[in-house]
């Protein structure tokens, strides 16, 4: 069965975790503010929003087993479907547009005006409203192949948008390009499965198309289906797609936006979209993600763990699972679980670690008794199992992200830790203690 967001969003309301706000709310801050407050409890839907014809979510998925539940998976199969999603992509079938839902509504040329879309403030220094739910489709000129990803898009005018391209695979392939003074066309997708959205943030090699890997997370082949003004092909479910092509040798202030460290990425120069054409259903579900939230930390993270745990697999077989925290973002700070069974393995899954992503920036390595889901149990093991002569190392003038305030424009220190009981080492002067029955106990038994 295909993916659709509106089925989705029909699962969440009947158990009950999605909210529906009937009251008008404004796109500036207000509609921020609440969906901040209900998450990560609930998504909402906001059925209201001041001068716009479009109802908004948002929350679509706020934790780890939610993400896993929208494939009808628990969060360990996700992880190992995810992993085989990547060696073993699904490619997709292209159908014809006519009768599809998204063409219902055609805006091209003249007629495109992005200022119809109810794109929000979320912030209280962002420089003006953003789209940050779309889903960037571009295509590499020299093999033919699709990438997909999620950058910020800050709405210019009828027909602008400014965008942030972090050196990664879309900017790679624009920048193949914009050397023969030449745009990339791209196609924004708005309102999808998280299951899509999902798989646009794969960790891989350049040249996997992102779309592939949702067809193998589903576990059949994703329909897609021909752009009007580019020569792309965008998910048939989609609610909104905006058609356009990346401006080669242009450049425009954009910024500054609140992140995902929960600072501001400062304002500065980037790269500019052009708009050729707006199409979406006839009564579409705008989706905004507010920065920092649960749902942007976990979309990002998800892929992130399943791709690292595939590589420190290669470096040792005893890895239990990993986590990126959501206070760093779910991109700076790992943790790490392994059954460690020889000297020196822990550091190496450090490394392993610390090389699946330039983002990484701190990673901690514990054993099987702590809870990485528990970050007082992890400071637990720093505190009583690490000699910072012995266990902590550090890696200077790595490449790091930009949006790391810390960072030298992107240049950054990485840190490991190694929290693990030393091999050889009488075990029970490290061993946590415990109230026998605790964990069977029954409280309200007893009040």
Known sequence: MQPILRTWLRQLEEEGLLKRIKKAVDPAFELACVGKKLEPDYGVLFENVNGFSMPVVTGLATSRDSMAKALGLTYTELTERFSEAITSPTPCTVVEPEGLAVKERKFIGDDVDLRSLPACVHHAKDSGPFLTAAMCIVRDPETGIRNVSIHRHEVKDRNHLGALLLPRHTSQIFNKLESQGKPL??????????????????????????????????????????CETVDLEVPVESEIVIEGRLLANTREDEGPFGEYPRTYGPRGKRHVIEVTAITHRAEPIYHTIIPASMEHLLL????????????????????????????????????????????????????????????????????????????????????????????????????????????????????????????????????????????????????
């Open 300 to 447: 990002g993270g998800v892929s992130r763990e399943a791709s690292m745990l595939q590589l420190i697999r290669q470096a040792t077989p005893n890895i239990i699972d990993v986590r990126l925290t959501p206070a760093g973002g779910c991109r700076y700070h790992a943790v790490i679980r392994l059954d460690q069974k020889h000297e020196g393995e822990a550091k190496n899954a450090i490394f392993a670690a610390l090389a699946s992503s330039t983002e990484v920036k701190h990673v901690v390595a514990v054993n099987p008794d702590i809870d990485i889901d528990d970050m007082r149990d992890v400071e637990w093991a720093i505190a009583n199992r690490v000699q910072g002569g012995r266990d902590v190392f550090i890696v200077p003038g790595a490449m790091g992200n930009k949006l790391d305030p810390s960072s030298r424009d992107g240049v950054s220190d990485k840190i490991g830790i190694d929290a693990t009981i030393p091999l050889g080492q009488d075990c029970e002067r490290f061993e946590k203690m415990c109230i026998p029955g605790y964990e069977s106990l029954c409280l309200e038994d007893y009040i």
């Open 185 to 226: 066309e791209v196609a924004l997708v708005i309102g999808a499965h998280p299951a899509l959205l999902l798989s646009s943030q794969a960790t891989t090699r350049l040249g996997v198309d992102e779309l592939e890997i949702a067809g193998t997370l589903l576990g059949e082949p994703l329909k897609v289906t021909p």
